[in-house]
């Protein structure tokens, strides 16, 4: 049985992951930056790991003897480095085949910094000489979750989108692609963009939130600034809002306007729609 390293183990896209790989009794080690979180992990059966991306004396001992890694960066302003850091250990490990969680990358015209950083490490996992498969999801569909509260009270979206129309995708689709490419020995070689089913406005967010709640939702686009303000308010640090922010002007200017069939050409169905997203998670914009 061949052993699967996943980076970033706690987050979200690990969390939808584990489920597909541990249900199909897979041999997998994850690398997790917090001992307190080791226990839960192991309680699963996963073999634990406590290194960091941005320590990098801490990663042999997660890469070694490892046959697939999915490396999954954190958002964060060195992403670069930490992906340079993963792909070195990679190197020393052997030739694992390392499935990258990447991110959309725009066209030149509205780029981002998520995308400048994805186009750097994409780049340099090519140039590694290892076996590689990209990934690139573009928006979460449970970030619209960050309107939970003003949907829930106002009735209300607010985000700087302006009228662009974007295929976001449910990160529950990532997982189960993700899940999927680890346990195949198809795809080397392969880029894949994951996207919902359609593009979408937030126009038709708050339609479809109207539809599955029973109330009407407006969605309401804000300047930046205004963004910025909420978000913070929200906790997100400084610079993070900003990668936001940089993110839903490009989604204003149509940069995410396309929908794949990658997640149903890899997984053998369609992807989630956001109707079923908002059916699933209603909760989440329920005064309730």
Known sequence: MKKILITGATG?????????LLSSAADVRALIRDESKAEELKALGVEVVIGDLSQPQTLDAAFDGVDKVLLIIPVAPNAVELGHNALAAAQRSGTP???LVSSNVPEPVNETEVGRQSIITEA????AGIPYTIIRPTFFMQNTMMAGQTVAAQGMVYL??????????DVRDVGAAAAQLLLSDEHEGKTYVLTGPASISISDVASTLSSVLGK???????PFEAAKEAMMAMG???WMADMYNEMFKNFGQNGADFATADVENI??????SYQQFAQDFAGAFSAN
């Open 12 to 20: 979200n896209i690990a969390g939808v992951t584990l489920p597909h």
């Open 97 to 99: 085949h390392v499935i």
């Open 124 to 127: 340099e996992l090519k140039n």
């Open 160 to 169: 700087p989108c302006s009228v662009g129309r974007l295929g976001m995708i």
């Open 216 to 222: 009407e939702v407006t969605y309401v686009n804000v």
């Open 236 to 238: 997100l640090p400084d």
């Open 267 to 272: 997984t053998g169905r369609q992807a989630i």
